[in-house]
């Protein structure tokens, strides 16, 4: 027990000194490209999200989560402006139906990804490509209000993707990188306007924290009208929900995610240590078997071994003629008409019954071989007798 306690005592030191070593290094970059609009990595949209009230300050910020046909026909959704930055753009045929009718009445979407696929890509001919060779490309805006003297240059490569065929005979192009290709589109459907761009990662909180960053991302989005409402798109970016979970405030904070884990490690600890019984095993005493109905089951079989009915059936009637004279105060030496009548009026018994139990018993008494179906009967007429007079339950062996 000594030498389990230094090592034990060891073990805990040497944990400590671990867990503190863990919690004071320094935590690595996380490069990842969510696009999740609570995430503070680099790549996440955390910035963007909320300066979203301050770019529109007159319209309120809803997130959804849920394909666009859905949330139309839910009724969440009204006049505003439609916002999806996603890693990926997919549409349905039905999707694709509520958006145009959507941006007819007046509303607009704007959409910023990377890759595009589904009834929206194959309807607009939109196809895009990253160019990982072309390091550091500028990106400017066509409007000449909006165009600066020099191009918006950025690193890390986040202005690599642009459109490499579109729907010319509608687009609008909004924006070009320095190589001539578009990467910001504008296609009119009736009042509305649906606003394209291939470079997500420029509303991110990595080009948001550049001046020329948010300078570009505010002025992207000040083609966008001002609405009663915008709507932040998740289900594209295929964004969780919130967590709900109780352990959730432990989860969102690391030292309180350590003390829970610390917590739960002692007790393991705890339960190896006093897993040890203190007490002596109470044996188990086995209740006593009842006799009375072993003796009755082998005195049974014998008799059933025997086949001996004649003498069964005798004990039977000296059985019952015994309870007859016990209870009622008959006497059995003769059974004859006197002794039936008397039976029914003291047993509560039809008199044909009585007369059937005393004639069955009569002609059992003279016969020299009982077979099985007579005692069968003499033992119902019995039994019958016991439930007519009101002994239910009482049987004879």
């Known amino acids: 027990m000594r030498d389990f306690k230094i ?28 696009l999740y609009y609570n995430d503070k990595i680099p790549y996440g949209t955390f910035i963007v999200y909320r300066q979203l009230d301050k770019v529109f300050p007159a319209s309120q910020v809803t997130k959804t989560n849920q394909n666009f046909y859905d949330l139309v026909h839910s009724k969440i959704i009204s006049n505003g402006n439609y916002l999806i930055i996603a890693n990926d753009a997919s549409f349905s045929k039905y999707d694709y139906r509520q958006m145009v009718k959507y941006m007819q009445a007046g509303n607009s979407i704007f959409i910023a990804a990377s890759s595009w696929s589904g009834t929206l890509a194959d309807t607009l001919n939109i196809e895009t490509y990253e160019d990982n060779k072309s390091s550091h490309v ?11 003297a020099s191009a918006y240059k950025f690193d ?29 589109l504008c296609f009119k459907y009736g009042k509305g306007a649906l606003y394209l761009c291939s470079t ?36 594209q970016n295929h964004d969780i929900m919130e967590d709900d979970s109780p352990f959730r405030v432990f989860f969102n904070h690391v030292s309180l995610q350590w003390a829970f884990y610390i917590t739960l490690l002692g007790l393991v600890f705890f339960i190896l240590y006093e897993k040890k019984r ?26 059933y071994e025997q086949r001996d009915n004649k ?3 005798q004990k039977k009637i000296l059985y019952f003629l015994e309870h007859l004279r016990t209870k009622y105060y008959l006497k059995t030496n003769v059974l004859d008409a006197e002794f039936i009548e008397r039976l029914s009026q ?21 016969q020299v071989q009982v077979n099985d179906h007579e005692l069968i009967l003499l ?19």
């Open 138 to 148: 500028g990106l400017n805006f066509t409007n000449s209000k909006l165009k600066q």
């Open 346 to 366: 003291k047993a509560g018994v039809e008199i044909s019954f009585a007369r059937e139990i005393v004639n069955q018993i009569n002609y059992i008494e003279v």
């Open 278 to 303: 203190r007490q002596r095993i109470i044996p188990i005493i086995e209740p006593l078997k009842n006799a009375t109905v072993g003796f009755v089951n082998v005195v049974g079989q014998v008799y």
């Open 379 to 397: 033992n119902q007429l019995i039994e019958q007798f016991y439930i007519k007079s009101g002994e239910n339950g009482r049987r004879i062996i």
């Open 156 to 184: 890390k490569d986040i202005t690599g993707e642009y459109f490499t065929n579109f729907d010319t005979a509608h687009a609008v192009v909004l924006g070009r990188n320095d190589l001539g290709h578009s990467n910001f």
């Open 7 to 34: 090592y034990f005592s060891l073990a805990t030191i040497l944990l400590v000194i671990y867990l503190v070593a863990q919690y004071n290094k320094p935590s690595p970059i996380n490069w990842d490209k969510s």
């Open 200 to 235: 997500p990662l420029l509303f991110t909180n990595y080009s948001l924290l550049n001046a020329r960053g948010a300078d570009y991302a505010e002025k992207a989005l000040s083609y966008l009208p001002l609405r009663d409402h915008i709507y932040w798109d998740e289900f």
């Open 311 to 313: 003498n069964m059936a």
